[in-house]
């Protein structure tokens, strides 16, 4: 084998896949530690297509004559500043499994590489309890986070599973929990519970997030697709500081945008999958329930008057939470992200401009 090897691969999330067998085929390391190449390799491939789309491809090197072990180099045309990152998690992978790591900007071509130790004796650690782990992680991070990747991976692999055909591909699904499980176990204090509880909760919370970022089952304009994935990061973000969910008018306050554009990004935030008529939204009945068989016609005319006539009765609350679950069609948990409440109070504000709504018409009838 050559001691350095080069390939170049399309910029496409199909890559990812690629480069992760390609360095593979090239060193043999430990299940675990390749994972942990794995885990660095997809992040350097991702931000080439998050952060250089109009690239058409890049160039991956694996070199085994570095000094320190195995060097991975990931470089493509690049022509602008480059602003290293210093928070993150792709710069937490190459902080903490990594030896080193590094980026040069040279010539129109931006560089980022990191080194992993070669294969060698690893110390034994089924000895020692997590408490311990953790005590020790500051001397050697690598080889203790390694150990509790290795004690809870199958747990990883569990959650992961649970999600498949839901449109990610099998190998992202893993590599997305296996992140999770890193991310959790960074977090982690252990004189506050049982890691194993805590990296469930994040697993499924990351999957989760995957699913809603990017298994789109409907076509939706890209433009309006970042924004909508905007928007919920900043929601959520919102929610956590203000220690309840955010109002769409503090939202676009905070993104400098209109309440309508953050409307319209909530919206659209809801076709990244699609429902059968057998599921059951947040009322609990299945859509196939909640559609009638018989279409309106010209008798209706009348009936219809009077609704409305009921409706503009009503408290203007009520009218706004009848508008978005009707006329809108969101769920009762993105009403309570518009106008800043719980789910379960839309739930009873419904149930309340319902049966307002009955008790006026059967007054009108009795008339």
């Given at each position: 084998m050559e001691h350095v090897t080069t390939r170049t691969f399309p910029s496409e999330p199909a890559a990812a896949p690629q480069v992760r067998a390609f360095v593979r085929s090239l060193v043999e390391l430990g299940p675990l530690r390749q994972a942990e190449v794995d885990l660095m390799v997809t992040e350097l491939v991702g931000n080439v297509l998050r952060h250089s789309p109009d690239v058409p491809s890049f160039t991956v090197e694996v070199s085994t004559e570095h000094p320190l072990g195995i060097e991975v180099e990931v470089s493509h045309p690049f022509d602008r500043p480059f602003d290293p990152p210093r928070a993150g998690l792709g710069f937490t992978l190459l902080e903490k499994l990594s030896r080193g790591w590094g980026h040069t900007v040279e010539d129109?071509?931006?560089?980022?590489?990191?080194?992993?130790?070669r294969p060698g004796a690893v110390p034994r650690l089924d000895q020692l309890d997590e408490l311990e782990l953790y005590r020790r992680l500051d001397e050697d991070p690598p080889t203790f986070t390694e150990e509790l990747l290795r004690?809870?991976?199958?747990?990883?692999?569990?959650?992961?599973?649970?999600?498949?055909?839901?449109?990610?591909?099998?190998?992202?699904?893993?590599?997305?929990?296996?992140?999770?499980?890193?991310r959790a176990i960074q977090r982690f204090d252990p004189s506050k519970g049982d890691l194993r509880r805590f990296a469930a909760s994040t697993i499924s919370g990351e999957m989760k997030k995957a699913l809603r970022d990017e298994g789109w089952a409907l076509r939706v304009p890209r433009s309006l697709k970042e924004r909508a994935l905007e928007v919920g990061q900043v929601a959520e973000s919102l929610s956590h500081d203000l220690n309840r969910r955010a109002r769409i008018e503090e939202i676009a306050d905070a993104m400098g945008m209109s309440s309508v554009e953050v409307a319209e990004a909530l919206q659209a935030r809801r076709s990244y999958r699609s429902e059968t008529l057998d599921e059951a939204p947040d009322d609990g009945r299945p859509l196939k329930e909640t559609l009638s068989s018989d279409l309106p016609g010209p008798d209706d005319a009348d009936e219809r008057i009077l609704l409305e006539e009921a409706i503009a009765?009503?408290?203007?609350?009520?009218?706004?939470?009848?508008?978005?679950?009707?006329?809108?069609?969101?769920?009762?948990s993105e009403i309570a992200d518009v106008i800043g409440v719980s789910q379960m109070q839309v739930s009873r504000m419904l149930r309340d401009a319902l049966d307002r709504l009955r008790e006026l018409l059967t007054a009108t009838d009795s008339v």
């Open positions: 129109g071509t931006l560089r980022v590489w990191f080194v992993v130790g004690r809870h991976r199958d747990l990883a692999d569990t959650i992961a599973r649970r999600y498949r055909g839901k449109g990610i591909d099998d190998s992202d699904l893993e590599q997305i929990a296996l992140m999770a499980l890193l009765g009503l408290p203007e609350k009520l009218r706004k939470v009848l508008d978005l679950r009707f006329n809108h069609d969101m769920t009762q």
